[in-house]
């Protein structure tokens, strides 16, 4: 018997088109079919969604990480949120495990969009009642919200995955100051020392590290670098160099998005001290890596949260910035 299954009269579940396994699990473990989505395309190549059961007086969950390609994906989930608002559903949940947009947090450029800000008033205008995310690039873009919105961490399974390994002689890395209170809840949880990088960022794919110099990290043989992200990979390279050359043998990545976009895992491929990369499909997984990848499911993570919400219980041990002691 499932024990997280909820009410399948008063539910329906959908996708989008960019991680419908993920979407497929997280219905399994609540017990609910994934309802069909039809998608089609106009010759004008116009998008035209179809959900293919009825949503009225109904809660309705849409699944849609904003993986590449963003644009279509965020259109995508926008015109199913349009749907159940207009069908007649009673509430909206937009299931986002990956909120591509939380990069663009702020004004830093003249005649600029704060995207994340955004997009975060186009999901309500569509119809979301409610947003359920993972782990935001930039823990101020929670409050770009209007909505009850839930940002939860795959932080507890990360270091599970770690507490049966011999860590000794292991250190956390942050990669900069804004993710040093994230990677110093998860070193604690290892009973690890942790340090912050220094990082200025000279453009998307470059960025300068400093701050990880002298004895602070040279009795230290593995680093655990731990962070929100891979992208392009540009920061975790020029950690891991910095690592490198202070004598750090054994280095592990650690990510909640593996997003590895362009040649990201070529350019962390030419570091063979890197051993293993850790991160979590709220993207879809690489197809290939020289590197060994370990992927971690959030499916439990989202099924226990939407069970709680929809049974009325606290999801606050789940969320990312803090911890709440249960009962």
Known sequence: MNTHAIDTQDVRFFCGQSHPALAQGIADYLGVPLE?????????????????????SRTVFIVQSLVKPVSENLMELLIMLDIAHKAGATNIHAIIPYYAYARSDKKDAPRISITA???????????????????????????FFSVPTDVLTARN?????FLTRDLSKTVVISPDAGHAKSAARFAHMLELPVLAAEKERISDSEVRISGLFGEQIRHYQ??????DEISTGG?????CQE?????VREIIPIC?????????LEHLGKIPEIVEIVTTDTVPAPRHSSIPIT?????PIFGEAIWRNQTRQSIGGLFSYWKETES
């Open 157 to 161: 399974e990360i270091a599970r995955y």
């Open 36 to 56: 069909k989505t039809h998608f089609r395309r106009f010759s004008n190549d116009c998008m035209e969604v179809q959900l293919g059961a009825s949503v009225r």
């Open 243 to 247: 690592l490198v050359k202070n004598g």
């Open 256 to 264: 909640t998005h593996g997003v590895f976009s362009g040649k990201s």
């Open 295 to 299: 992927t971690l499911t959030v499916i």
């Open 235 to 239: 920061s975790t390279v020029g950690i």
């Open 117 to 143: 800000r955004l997009v975060a008033d186009l999901l309500v205008t569509a119809g979301a009642t409610h947003v359920m995310t993972m782990t935001l690039h930039s823990p101020q873009v929670h409050g």
């Open 222 to 227: 593995r680093a655990l670098v731990y962070d």
